[in-house]
Every structure is written in structure tokens, then in C-alpha cells.
């Protein structure tokens, strides 16, 4: 799988709980970026 989830992906399919935390904060990042981008800050995706 390719794309913004395929580390996340890849971090959940090897039970790495770091690595799968870490990748879920940048995913959760870039959508941010995205929302604050197109002018739709309050699209907020919640932590872990
Ligand atoms: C390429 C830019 C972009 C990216 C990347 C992006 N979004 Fe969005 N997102 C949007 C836009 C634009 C809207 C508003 C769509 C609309 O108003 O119809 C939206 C809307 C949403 C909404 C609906 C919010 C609401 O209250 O209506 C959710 C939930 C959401 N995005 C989650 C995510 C998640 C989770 C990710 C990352 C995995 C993500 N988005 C990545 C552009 C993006």
C-alpha cells in the first residue's frame, strides 16, 4: 500500500506500538496541514 497511510499500515501489520504511534501522529499531521491549507482549521482529527 502506498500512499500517506502506508507507513501507519506497515508500523500496525508489524505490532511496532512505537512506530505505529509515531505514524499515526505524522498521518494525523498532514491532515492538519491539508484542512489548514484549504481554509478549514477547525477539522481537528483527535490524538491518540
Ligand atoms: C488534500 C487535502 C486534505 C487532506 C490530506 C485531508 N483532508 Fe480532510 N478534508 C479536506 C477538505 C477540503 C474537507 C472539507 C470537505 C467539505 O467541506 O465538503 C475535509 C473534511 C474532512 C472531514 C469532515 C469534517 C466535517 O466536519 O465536515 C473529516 C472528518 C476529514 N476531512 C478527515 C481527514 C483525515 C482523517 C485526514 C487524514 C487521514 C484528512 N481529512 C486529510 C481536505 C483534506
Do not use: D, K, W
Request: aromatic share 4%; proline share 4%.
Amino acid at each position: 500500500m502506498n500512499g500517506p497511510f502506508s507507513g501507519l499500515v506497515s508500523a500496525l501489520g508489524a505490532n511496532e506500538t512505537e512506530q505505529a504511534t509515531a505514524a499515526y501522529a505524522a498521518t494525523r499531521q498532514q491532515c492538519a496541514s491539508c484542512h489548514v491549507a484549504v481554509g478549514r482549521p477547525s477539522i481537528v482529527i483527535s490524538g491518540l
